[in-house]
């Protein structure tokens, strides 16, 4: 499995740690920090993926046509069709409406819901999109990503789409699912740098969240953030390749 990590624009060397090429650009900080988009951008001429995110998460959901003047900034590979956290209805309107306007490359679409049937509902319609490439499992979803992915693996829709997982709750578990379906393909995750920022381990039980302003990591907070992103390697399986 391939890691994007995610860190602060003042530390944006630890994404260098990403394995297998890929990373997650955040559209808000693509849009509004020249120096964020820049690095991306270098990273794309150099071979890397880029999913261009498209910003819900951190409540900058982007128009279309604002992801897609991203995508240029930053050298995007793949988008993240705009959604809406845990709505399937809402999710279905949005997606339907925005992939018109998304320059028919690769969209990775993320269903949403409340219910694993909504969830379910909602995943079927988004891959019929034609630029469906990759099925994004958000970490906010009320449903366990285990059931998803059990029933993902049922119908065999990892040999035609990639999966991702968007974000990890909890770093100390999620591994086991990399685990279970290795045939995930991609996950995203601020995790090692948010611990170690606030020198703490990935095995905490101490939930931290990524700190955007955070100064750049002193010498044990660097040391701590290194074994972080080795610790989630072994975890997850993941290899420069």
């Not at 995508?71 to 705009?82: I, Q, S």
């Not at 891959?127 to 009320?142: D, E, F, N, R």
């Not at 991702?164 to 578990?173: F, N, Q, Y």
């Not at 379906?181 to 601020?190: G, L």
Request: aromatic share 10%.
């Amino acid at each position: 499995m391939k890691l994007a990590l995610i860190a602060p624009t003042n530390q944006l060397h630890w994404c260098t740690f990403s394995t297998g090429g890929m990373q997650m650009a955040l559209a808000h900080k693509v849009m509004t920090e020249p120096q964020y988009a820049e690095f991306y951008k270098q990273r794309s001429l150099g071979g890397d993926f880029i999913i261009m995110d498209n910003g819900v998460a951190e409540q900058s959901q982007l128009t279309p046509a604002e992801l897609m003047i991203a995508g240029r900034l930053c050298g995007a590979t793949e988008y993240v069709l705009p959604d809406v956290i845990n709505d399937t209805e809402r999710t279905l309107d949005l997606g339907y409406a925005s992939a018109p306007d998304m320059g028919g490359g690769p969209l990775m679409v993320v269903p949403q819901g409340q219910t694993f049937e909504s969830w379910t509902l909602c995943a079927s319609e988004l891959v019929g999109l034609p630029s469906a490439a990759t099925i994004g499992l958000s970490k906010y979803c009320p449903v366990p990503r285990r059931e998803l992915l059990e029933w993902l693996g049922m119908r065999g829709w990892y040999k035609r789409y990639g999966i991702h997982l968007l974000g990890t709750a909890e770093p100390s578990i999620t591994h086991k699912l990399v685990w279970d379906y290795p045939w995930i393909r991609s996950m995203d995750t601020a995790a090692p740098v948010a611990y170690g920022l606030m020198e703490r381990y990935l095995s905490s039980p101490k939930h931290a969240g990524l700190r955007w302003d955070a100064l750049p990591a002193d010498r044990h907070e660097s040391e701590v953030i290194l074994a972080n992103i080795a610790q989630l390697r072994r975890w997850c399986n993941a290899h420069d390749s």
